[in-house]
């Protein structure tokens, strides 16, 4: 890439995370409605029927993603990131309209929640290569010595999505009685989601491709590409363990704390959309500290730090939040919780591209990506519910959070192990003085 000066850069960070916004944007809105969602697609004998048919559907969208992220990411690695990127916003804007549009049970009958189901799909198969399309190209861009600074704000700007739906949500509840927020008002941050697509693509178009896609002298085909992520298994299953910690922290702190708020501690919208807020914010600070962290100290130590803090402190966190539910306490909780993800993520998605070989890196990284999605954080609210119900116990969410810890501890100390053995059979480190994960 041809761009210099730090203007610039800032400039073609905001053109490619931009997609990212949108889906997370709409992946939040339909969490945080979720209750109004399932009574006007999903009306069931219980509410808690109704809530599980409705994260059913939510997760069913990343069932999607290790498809898109084969195909599409594929595609990627063979085209362009240019191209390919606006390939996965157009999907994703398909599916985003078609949620924000579709009547409700009571006009068309069983066809609502089949249409909301198929726009979860679409959204799915775009995101199944867009976090991976956006971080490879930060990745490629990025100034020597500072590539974990430069791909932290792919997740830093799913963090301004959240805040942005939040403060909406906010403004929306404050405005309408709840009567009119249940009937027809949750439709509105959705309809604004579908607003800002032309704006979207207008600032994607304008970017350029990356100077190492450019380079390079021979591009796989797309059989090739599919041969070696079969060859590379190994370091797609072992990426996919180190997500885990960072995708279902994510969506437990995001996606299910205005649900968990709301139902389970019996908190306000109100006091559950400020302290997504909060989170959101503290996400958007942690990301880029740990992840310019991460460039000085090394990606090992910062993700075994805060993997295992995950694992030892979740629990007990959750359990006196409970116990002794409110507003400021369930504040406290989630940055804490905040912290820990931000700190973790802004080491780990950098490690993941360093980890995947370079001809496959859109498709090796957006595969580990979905499937740790697909299999386990995408399903966190709905596991997140049925552990309260199957145990009685509020805190039980906990215990898929400090699984997902100690996924993420486990994964680091597999991932660097094969990588300290490979560099002793003479493989070849990754590039660029602070690109050493191993370390």
Not at 58 to 80: E, T
């Amino acid at each position: 890439m041809t761009e210099s000066g730090s203007s610039s850069k800032v400039a073609t960070v905001l053109r490619v995370t931009s997609g990212n916004f949108l889906e997370m944007f709409d992946f939040f809105l339909f969490g945080f409605y979720a209750t109004y969602i399932s009574k006007a697609f999903f009306p069931a004998g219980s509410e808690s029927a109704g809530l599980m048919l409705t994260f059913l559907t939510f997760g069913a969208g990343f069932l999607m993603r290790p498809l898109g992220a084969v195909l599409l990411g594929a595609y990627v690695d063979r085209i362009g990131r240019r191209q390919g990127l606006i390939v996965t916003l157009s999907i994703m804007a398909c599916g985003t309209i078609l949620i924000a549009f579709v009547p409700g049970y009571a006009t068309i009958g069983l066809l609502a929640p089949v249409l909301v189901l198929v726009g979860r799909l679409l959204q799915g198969f775009s995101a199944g290569v867009e976090l991976g399309g956006v971080s490879v190209y930060l990745a490629e861009m990025a100034t020597p010595g500072n590539k974990g600074f430069y791909v932290a704000w792919q997740s830093a700007s799913q963090q301004v999505a959240i805040m942005v739906a939040a403060a909406i949500g906010y403004l929306l509840n404050r405005a309408l009685p709840p009567a009119d927020v249940a009937a027809w008002g949750w439709r509105v941050p959705f309809l604004i989601g579908c607003m800002i697509v032309p704006f979207l693509f207008y600032i994607r178009r304008s970017l350029e491709e990356t100077g190492e896609f450019l380079r390079r002298k021979h591009r796989l085909s797309m059989p090739e590409i599919f041969g070696s992520l079969v060859r590379n298994w190994g370091v797609v299953v072992l990426g996919m363990l180190l997500v885990v910690m960072t995708t279902v922290s994510f969506y437990t702190i995001t996606v299910y704390t205005p649900t968990f708020g709301k139902s389970v501690l019996g908190l306000t919208d109100t006091d559950s959309l400020l302290v997504t807020f909060c989170v959101g914010l503290s996400n958007f600070v942690w990301l880029p500290v740990m992840g310019a962290l991460s460039d000085r100290v090394g990606r090992k130590p910062v993700l075994l730090v805060f993997s295992a803090l995950t694992l030892l402190t979740a629990y007990p966190a959750l359990a006196w939040l409970v116990d002794a539910a409110s507003f400021r306490n369930m504040l406290l909780v989630l940055l804490w919780l905040s912290f820990l993800y931000g700190s973790y993520n802004g080491a780990m998605v950098v490690a993941l591209t360093e980890v995947v070989p370079a001809e496959v890196r859109t498709a090796g990284f957006s595969l580990a990506y979905a499937l740790a999605t697909a299999l386990f954080g995408g399903f966190t609210p709905l596991v997140s519910t049925w552990l309260i119900e199957a145990t009685g116990n509020r805190a039980a969410p906990a215990f898929w959070l400090a699984f997902a810890g100690a996924c993420g501890l486990a994964a680091t100390l597999l991932v660097h192990r094969e990588r300290a053995t490979g560099l002793a059979g003479g493989a070849t480190e990754p590039s660029g003085p602070r690109a050493r994960p191993a370390r």
